[in-house]
């Protein structure tokens, strides 16, 4: 069975400085790996994700993520962080040999401080 | 750019009642998802759809019947709703196609509250 795990319940970070939300994951095969924001009272918006190729991937808002497969990890990264970045985010991993279904992580609280 | 739309919105049901929540795709997409979210729980999947006609059960899906009828549309209902179902409710769509890696498209959320 797949699973994903997201160690930190909140991050803290000051405006400007570089943020990084954890997150690693289980599966049987290959992964796809998908990073979604939510902000307060909001659905899911989908950030970035990895297929194939490149480890480093770059998605919407200045948002990457670094796949590494021999540590099953997918962080989540911004250069220089911004007040607005403050949200929910969560990870999710999708088995390629188990159907098209996502599973998610509980889920890192970010606060950005001015 | 309606994407997925879900309502109602906001509801507070008495224990017992039923009620469907609707929802909507306008991307042609052949899979559609409702997830809960609770605290501290990231989404689990309820029930899912790969096709008109056809649905699956998910993680959690006790208490909970679903069923499309259209290819834009996929029902949630509860039978007889239980204080353990107040949760906000996620519909998702996305495109088949497990090569693709295909992104999951969510809705705005409708929470629901069970007294």
């Known amino acids: 069975a797949q699973s994903v795990a997201q160690p930190e319940d909140q991050v803290n970070v000051a405006e400007g400085n570089p943020l990084t939300v954890k997150c690693t994951y289980s599966v049987s095969g290959n992964p796809y790996l998908f990073w979604y924001v939510q902000y307060p009272n909001r659905g899911l918006q989908f950030l970035l994700k990895?297929?194939?190729?490149?480890?480093l991937v770059k998605g919407s808002y200045g948002f990457e993520a670094e796949f590494n497969k021999s540590q099953t990890s997918f962080h989540l990264k911004k250069p220089s962080a911004l007040v607005s970045d403050s949200a929910l985010y969560f990870c999710a991993v999708r088995d390629i040999n188990a159907g098209n279904m996502l599973t998610f992580g509980g889920g890192t609280r970010l606060m950005v401080k001015p | 750019n309606a994407g997925v739309t879900q309502t109602p919105k906001f509801r507070v049901l008495k224990t017992g009642q039923s009620m469907t929540l609707l929802c909507a795709q306008d991307m042609n997409h052949e899979y559609m998802y409702w997830y809960r979210q609770d605290p501290g729980m990231g989404l689990r999947l309820i029930h899912y759809?790969?096709?008109?006609?056809?649905?699956a059960k998910g993680e959690v899906p006790d208490g909970y019947n679903v069923s499309r009828l259209k290819k834009q549309n996929f029902l949630l209902g509860l039978e007889s709703a239980a204080p353990s179902q107040t949760s906000v409710y996620f519909c998702?769509?996305?495109?088949?196609?497990?090569?693709?890696?295909?992104?999951?498209?969510f809705g705005e959320g409708s929470w629901l509250t069970v007294v």
């Open positions: 998702a769509s996305s495109y088949a196609g497990q090569a693709e890696g295909n992104t999951i498209y």
């Open positions: 759809s790969v096709g008109e006609g056809t649905t």
């Open positions: 990895y297929i194939t190729g490149d480890n």
